[in-house]
């Protein structure tokens, strides 16, 4: 007599062939997503209302898997932004490469905790290799370690939770048994240039987010180093954190990384250099240079899914100290096993214990396609820049706002007879109309005050053409507002 349980009705299903034709239809839909990317709306004009689709009250029966799957698939065609594609420029956002498209999907499949060795000897070594092919990609010590990590922010926060523990144990204190109270305040210094994700790490970490002391030599935020050297003199030996930057949001610029190391070096400081998307200038004999002094940096971070263009979500943060990770990181418990030499748990040196397996999209993007690949992609974008750079300074409407010497570039439309009290307002209400208008997306920020467009160049995908769309959309769309006053 079957057991009771066994005789209910079940709606989850147990016949692996379920699992399989949902794949199938996921694959159905790769086909007609990949084959169409180059050519269709970066984003449809009606993608709220398509989004808001997905609405309703919560079903007391499922509807099942294919159904599901094929209003999921109604709804993304409509709401989705092609961020993966070769004409999203807004903020630093990379495609995905076949071998990391593919890896990630496996990811998925095979579901690990890459939390340590005994859950998933897979994810572990392959986290390991990646995190040495990648110091090997930058050009930083391989006597470093690393951990991957979600993003950009979470790899500011691993590293500066290292320079937290560093600066405390200076006061003798270990600050994650005892926490902050009664510690002296670390004081943190960066230049303008220092970006919110960092901030915002402070704020995290009990730093604080009005902490650092921001040393500018000018309204772009570029860094007054004569005065850091005076505010970390003053300190008198106090242990600071200095961030660094290396590739800023507006306009892709650099702090002087080898002066910061000097000042780190001199005045008993700790270094974090934020390299999110400018540590990839590694990958190229043209910008290594820019990187200059960066060995001597205490911790570097940079993020996976933009230049390295694997899926969201990936960063990755790497310490010349490997046991500071472990010290602020670790977590004991009598079910969870210790780490042994050779087999890690990378759960103890990063936020998080459960941890998806990133570096199988990682490892196979980079075995894919090696140093040669990564220093072709990072020189097609560079080049992109270069030649919208062009365009801009050919253009009479237009007008560039920063020097484009890395894979961003910062301009506005400015026409002959509009003051330029009345520009900001202009260029903003082109924005406006860019992201609906679907040929290309991008967006606008303010630099020294003035608001202009960023286009941000990361992307495998993008070809020069791709690239010279943007100078078009926003001279057609700024003439069609001036046509219309």
Known sequence: MPHPLQAERSSLPRDPAEAVAALEAVLEQARNYLRDLDGAPVRRADSDEAARRARGAFPEEGDGTQETLRALFEIADGARVASSGPRFFHWVIGGTTPAALAADWLTSLVDQNAGGWHASPLATELETVSIDWLLDLFGLPSSWSGVLVTGGTMANFTGLAAGRRWCASRNGVDVEQQGLAGMPQIPVLSSGLVHVSAVKSLGMLGLGRATPTIC?????????????????????????????????????????????????????????????????????????????????????????????????????????????????????????????????????????ISRRARSLAVWATLKAYGREGYREIVERCLDNAAHVARLVEEAPDLELLAPAGFNIVCFRYRPDGVPDEELDALNLEIEQRVLTDGRVYVGTTRRAGIVGFRPAFVNWRTTKEDAGLVVEVVRDLGQQIRGAL
Request: hydrophobic share 40%; charged share 25%.
């Open 216 to 352: 500018s030599a000018d309204a772009a935020g570029r860094i007054d180093l004569a005065r850091m050297e005076r505010e970390l003199k003053a300190l008198d030996g106090t242990p600071a954190i200095i961030i660094g930057n290396a590739g800023e949001v507006n306009a892709g610029e650099f702090d002087p990384i080898a002066d910061l190391a000097e000042l780190a070096e001199r005045y008993g400081s700790w270094l974090h250099v934020d390299g999110a998307f400018g540590l990839f200038a590694g990958a190229s004999p043209r910008t290594r240079h820019l990187l200059d002094g960066i060995e001597g940096a205490h911790s570097v971070s940079s993020d996976g899914h933009k230049w390295l263009n694997v899926p969201y979500d990936c960063g990755f943060t790497f310490v010349r100290e490997s046991s500071l990770l472990g010290e602020a990181f670790f977590a004991g418990a009598a079910y969870l096993p210790e780490s042994e030499e050779d087999r890690p748990n990378y759960g103890y040196m990063a936020p998080e």
